[in-house]
């Protein structure tokens, strides 16, 4: 890939990524706060939306905290518990297993929101893009397990950790280096992980940030009350 390019996209892109999603977070929370929601439409059809809302939602959490921890870990930390081999090891099982359950997940909600009339009609447009945009996501996250068995030393692994670190501690530069000579598979992987994080603020996927916190200071509700 060419260098200046390589620099735009995986040296520049994030930052004007993260801008936009903080940016476009703030000003539709101050807004337009009724839809910062995630919309569920499991009244319109349940049947097997528990079981698809699961498997979506735990093989993401595993996912995202598994990148989290893996990429954000300087290696000075982890080597004093696990080699680089081993932790490409454990990061390629679980990736697959949460990947898969993951899969299963997001096909079931996909199939439906565009099968089931009732769905697809209270469906807008960013409600199914986002779902295809994560499908493809999670594809080309499976994939880049398919790839790592050609080199289990880590060493890829290394030089994305080293692109993730480079970019959070504010050096551009030595993160379009570090990630330059890695397959096209995983530079795909990183460029729509990070397009994700572009279009959050337009998606529902912004109740990510709000439900975990109105969950624990939620207020009793009351359903009926008490007649005397």
Same mark, same amino acid.
């Given at each position: ?38 919309? %569920?439409?499991?009244?319109?059809? %349940? ?125 551009? %530069? ?55």
């Amino acid at each position: 890939m060419n260098m200046d390019l390589n620099f735009i996209i995986f040296a520049l892109y994030p930052y004007l990524a993260l801008a936009i999603c903080v940016i476009g977070c703030w000003i539709r929370f101050d807004r337009e706060q009724y839809t910062w929601r995630a919309g %569920s439409s499991q009244l319109m059809r %349940s049947k097997g939306m528990v079981v698809a809302s699961n498997c979506f939602h735990i093989g993401i959490i595993f996912i995202l905290a598994g990148h989290f921890v893996g990429l954000l870990t300087p290696e000075s930390i982890y080597h004093h518990f696990i080699s680089t081999p081993t932790k490409q090891l454990v990061a390629m099982v679980s990736g697959g297993i949460f990947g898969i359950i993951c899969f299963i997940g997001l096909t079931m909600l996909i199939y439906r929101r565009l099968t089931d009339p009732r769905v697809r009609a209270t469906s807008s447009f960013s409600d199914i893009g986002i779902l295809i945009l994560l499908y493809i996501q999670l594809l080309l996250g499976l994939a880049t397990i398919v790839v790592s068995t050609s080199h289990m030393d880590g060493s890829v692994m290394v030089m994305l950790a080293n692109w993730a670190q480079s970019i959070v501690t504010l050096r551009p %530069s030595e993160a379009a280096l570090a990630i330059s000579p890695v397959h096209l598979i995983y530079k795909l992987h990183v460029f729509f992980g990070v397009s994700i994080i572009l279009v959050f603020p337009f998606t529902r996927l912004t109740h990510i940030i709000s439900a975990p916190i109105w969950y624990l200071g939620r207020r009793y509700q009351i359903v009926r009350q008490k007649q005397y």
